[in-house]
């Protein structure tokens, strides 16, 4: 388990962070969202005993990190895969890691393995990695130590489609067998695939957080009409109020039936009625963390 309450970090005046709190427990995924500069590394770096907190505390498995015995046999970190020594092989840097934790050897060609390194690759210097065997080096060196816990930052930079849907399923199946795992992302659909709960950051300050089903809905209703002109002017009169879509959609913050009878009032042909799902969660995403980064964060 993962207990972060009321973090903050200042640098002089500029809160990087400000009053972050949130849980995540065991046998579930957290994803922790936000666009660039929102603060996501600066919490993830206080929980792992990097950076002291201006106030607030972290704790895992109950214990400030710091205070963890070999840390890397209860937790695995991830934060920055280029952060590998460029002239060791990858076996040679999961060897060594191996070593200090007390680890057997062998665990250094299960998470190679695991990770889908192969011999060649475990062979070869880290300089020669491309950003997506980095990140899968970083992973198989979070896996080492056989932890409970997994803190990721932005696992998935790098990695292609296929290597992102085999990274999503390995931390599925992770918290399935009671894992408790917080990965970062600055894109929303990026982690929606895997996190059980969200918790969305924007300017240092939590911005919205729950159970990923419960966020998506309370996304509202998306809607499409064949006179998308109309049905603005059939939602305004209705005093309903929307999102506009990137596809011609509306997300309107309301039931089908109210905007199903707002449209026939005025006589709208819909094409589309139903919840919004995620292209609905996005909108709020956007909403959230506007003045950020927000663009890139839905890319
Ligand atoms: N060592 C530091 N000194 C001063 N300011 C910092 C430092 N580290 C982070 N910041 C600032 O704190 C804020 C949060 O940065 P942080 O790296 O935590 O964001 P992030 O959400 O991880 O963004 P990204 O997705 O770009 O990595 C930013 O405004 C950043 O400039």
């Not at 006589?267 to 956007?286: K, N």
């Amino acid at each position: 388990m993962i207990k972060v309450e009321h973090l903050t970090k200042r640098y002089g005046s500029h809160p990087a962070v400000e009053d972050v709190s949130f849980t995540c427990e065991p046998g579930t995924v957290t994803g922790f969202l936000g666009p660039n500069g929102a603060g996501k590394s600066t919490t993830m770096r206080m929980i792992c005993g990097l950076t002291p907190p201006t106030s607030g505390a972290a704790t895992v498995c109950g214990v400030p990190y710091r205070r963890l015995g070999n840390p890397g046999r209860r937790i695995g970190v991830l934060l920055d895969a280029s952060a590998q020594h460029g002239g060791r092989t990858g076996r040679e840097v999961l060897a060594l890691s191996a070593l200090t934790m007390g680890v057997d050897s062998a665990e250094a060609t299960r998470a190679l393995d695991r990770v889908g390194l192969n011999a060649t690759a475990a062979r070869r210097r880290v300089k020669r990695y491309s950003l997506g065997m980095r990140q899968r080096l970083g992973l198989a060196h979070a896996l080492l130590g056989d932890p409970a816990v997994l803190v990721l930052d932005e696992p998935a930079n790098g990695l292609d489609p296929e290597g992102i849907f085999w990274m999503r399923g390995l931390l599925r199946e992770f918290a399935d067998r009671g894992g408790t795992v917080l990965l970062s992302s600055h894109l929303l659909r990026e982690v929606e695939a895997v996190a059980d709960h969200l918790v969305v950051i924007g300017g240092g300050r939590v911005v919205a957080q729950g159970a990923r089903d419960e966020l998506l809905a309370s996304a509202g209703t998306l809607v499409r009409a064949l006179d998308p002109a109309a049905l603005g002017a059939a939602l305004h009169r209705a005093g309903l109020t929307g999102t506009p879509t990137t596809d011609g959609g509306v997300v309107v913050r309301a039931g089908a039936e109210a905007i199903g009878r707002a449209a026939a009032e005025s006589g709208v042909a819909l094409l589309e009625l139903r919840p919004a799902g995620s292209g609905g969660l996005e909108q709020i995403f956007l909403e959230l963390t506007a003045g950020e980064s927000v663009r890139e964060a839905v890319r």
